[in-house]
């Protein structure tokens, strides 16, 4: 699945409709004023027309951590194992008081991915177990496929790291359900994803931030529209909130969506 490298005109395409629109109109002078001199890459992919927009296309074939987009692949994964039943199967909390109040309580996997809990995903991976863990990176072909840094820490700032290229690669194939997978299973995995529902568009997507730090921030996924979908990957040196607004700035900015 990893794709070669879409040349772009002035390192972006403007989406105008649906369409692309002439690669003259550049939108990246805004995208530099909305970063204020954050370093980010972000690509925005038409699954209709499979043509691009690309800030920073150097960034963009870089491999980071995924950090908690991972656990879009990885809900994909439990499903597929057995590891967790369905997207309402509960895993107690542990009574550890942790940083965020909202992981300090009972879980299911919809509401692990809504809320980011770390603890659920961890419990699922040690479930699931490294050999199975192992066969699914590959089956997935998801980045470079590395679990060293351990079970339940691989994608935390650890060995596991993918570009944003490969992000809208994954992606692309979980919209159009072409991965080796259960369509329902995939089905599932993108209705729990659902960040904004709107009359006319849908954002299904994950934040990422290594919290070590809070360097690093990931929003990763697809949007609907009437006109088609959209899949996108973005990194940049801040949170994952960070990188979730300048999405959606982006796809405003793009006309994929409308700005508010």
């Known amino acids: ?85 369905d997207e309402y199967e509960v895993k107690r909390w542990d009574g550890t008081v942790r940083e965020f109040p909202d992981w300090n309580r009972d879980h299911t996997l919809a509401s692990g991915m809504r809320y980011s809990v770390i603890w659920y995903y961890q419990s699922m991976a040690r479930d699931i177990g490294e050999e199975r863990m192992q066969e699914n ?49 995939m089905r599932t995995v993108k209705r729990i994803m659902i960040n904004d529902e709107q009359d006319d568009y849908i954002i299904h997507g994950k934040t990422g931030t290594r919290l070590s730090d809070f360097g690093l921030g990931w929003y990763t996924g697809y949007v609907e529209t009437d006109k088609g979908e959209w899949v996108f990957a973005v990194n940049l040196d801040g949170s994952g909130t960070d990188a979730k607004n300048l999405t959606v700035e982006v796809l405003e900015k793009l006309h994929i969506i409308p700005e508010e």
Do not use: C
């Not at 794709?3 to 772009?8: H, K, N």
């Not at 700032?157 to 159009?176: M, N």
């Open 1 to 85: 699945m990893k794709r070669i490298a879409v040349l772009i005109m002035s390192m972006a395409l403007v989406v105008m409709g649906g369409t692309y629109a002439d690669a003259k109109t550049n939108v990246q002078p805004e995208i530099d004023d909305m970063l204020n001199g954050k370093d980010a890459t972000i690509v925005i992919r038409n699954l209709k027309t499979d043509k691009e927009f690309v800030y920073n296309k150097e960034r963009s074939e870089r491999r980071y951590t995924p950090e908690s987009t991972y656990k879009v692949p990885h809900a994909l994964i439990g499903l597929s194992t057995g590891a967790v039943r």
């Open 137 to 185: 990176l590959e089956k997935m072909d998801y980045g470079n496929e590395d679990l060293s840094g351990g079970i339940d820490s691989f994608w935390l700032d650890s060995s596991l790291k993918i570009s944003a290229r490969e992000q809208t690669d994954f992606f692309e194939g979980l919209v159009e359900e072409s991965l080796p997978y259960d369509k329902q299973q």
